[in-house]
């Protein structure tokens, strides 16, 4: 089935540090993906949509100097958390849609657990 | 915009009996997508079961159906014969029919199973 690897799976580093996150779709071309930002308990909020050559689509509330992504490639988006502070510290998840036909469901990374010290 | 609402934040059942988890949303759209995702505490999203909001015939997948009643906008997921490995986070999402693919996510409810 449709693979979605993310890397790193844990983040613990400083305040001020910039950490990047990739989302790699591993076995189809997507060119939307997804990421979410998940707090202990809660649900997934949707952070932005990641479009393969053109600028992501912020939710409302979502710094995108915060919180900037890139789409480079149909299998791979990054997330960098620029100057990171420890009310950033979350588990954030990425997903992916593979490309063909309509209407397949979002395959989803491990995620990544970001703590700021 | 949509809206995903999970009632219940926790349930249990004993195990090898039978939960239903509700869910309800709110749309105005006619043509959409309805799924369940089981979190674990390793907290990978899985992908239970989904819906197509134009199939009447309710979603079944083994143990795992969904009650899908597009008039009242409501969409329990029922987990039969339940088993110690079901204990999880379950998420009820919406997906549009539009452009875009988003997901919106309920609030989820944590599934405790009783041995």
């Known amino acids: 089935g449709a693979v979605v690897s993310q890397h790193p799976s844990r983040v613990i580093c400083k305040s001020g540090t910039s950490v990047k996150i990739e989302c790699r779709s591993l076995?189809?071309?997507?060119?939307?993906m997804f990421w979410y930002r998940q707090f202990p308990k809660q649900s997934l909020m949707l952070m932005a949509t990641?479009?393969?050559?053109?600028?992501?689509?912020?939710e409302q509330g979502v710094e995108k100097d915060k919180f900037l992504i890139n789409h480079a490639s149909l299998t791979l988006s990054t997330l960098t958390v620029t100057s990171a502070h420890p009310e950033d510290s979350s588990f954030y998840i990425c997903s992916a849609t593979p490309l063909g036909p309509p209407h397949q469901p979002q395959h989803f990374g491990d995620g990544t657990r970001l703590s700021i010290l | 915009a949509q809206t995903v609402t999970q009632s219940q934040p926790e349930m249990s059942v004993q195990e090898a009996e039978t939960v239903t988890l509700s869910c309800t949303y709110d749309?105005?759209?006619?043509?959409?997508?309805l799924f369940w995702y089981k979190q674990p505490p390793s907290r990978q999203m899985i992908l239970v079961i989904r819906q197509e909001a134009y199939k009447q015939q309710n979603a079944t997948e083994n143990r795992f159906s969904v009650n899908f009643q597009k008039a009242a906008k409501s969409f329990s997921l029922k987990i039969s014969d339940s088993q110690l490995g079901d204990a999880a986070m379950y998420f009820c999402?919406?997906?549009?029919?539009?452009?875009?693919?988003?997901?919106?996510f309920g609030g989820g409810t944590r599934l405790m199973v009783k041995p």
């Open positions: 990641s479009n393969e050559g053109s600028k992501a689509t912020y």
């Open positions: 749309t105005s759209e006619s043509d959409y997508y």
């Open positions: 999402a919406y997906r549009t029919n539009n452009a875009g693919n988003m997901l919106t």
């Open positions: 076995d189809f071309q997507a060119t939307t």
